[in-house]
């Protein structure tokens, strides 16, 4: 699933993204982690991967959506 960087703490290495409809999701370090990222910058297009947990949705994976 594709998304947009929204928000990026590089200390926690934790921050959210916006669902093509608006929908703010947050990812952990654990995600960001999965992706091999280093930073991310607000408004960067990303690639996401998504599974229902019991307290919601959650974010597994955070990339950069290569085209």
């Known amino acids: 699933m ?3 960087a929204y ?6 290495r934790s ?3 916006l669902l093509d409809d608006g929908t703010p999701v947050p ?4 995600a960001f982690d999965a992706g091999g990222l280093r930073l991310l910058r607000p408004g960067q297009r990303v690639r ?6 019991p307290e919601g ?3 597994t994976l955070v990339t950069l959506q290569t085209f």
Do not use: H, K, N, W
């Open 7 to 12: 928000t990026y703490d590089p200390q926690t």
């Open 48 to 53: 996401i991967v998504l599974e229902d947990a």
């Open 57 to 59: 949705r959650r974010i």
């Open 2 to 4: 594709q998304a947009t």
């Open 15 to 17: 921050g959210s993204v």
């Open 27 to 30: 990812f952990d370090a654990a």
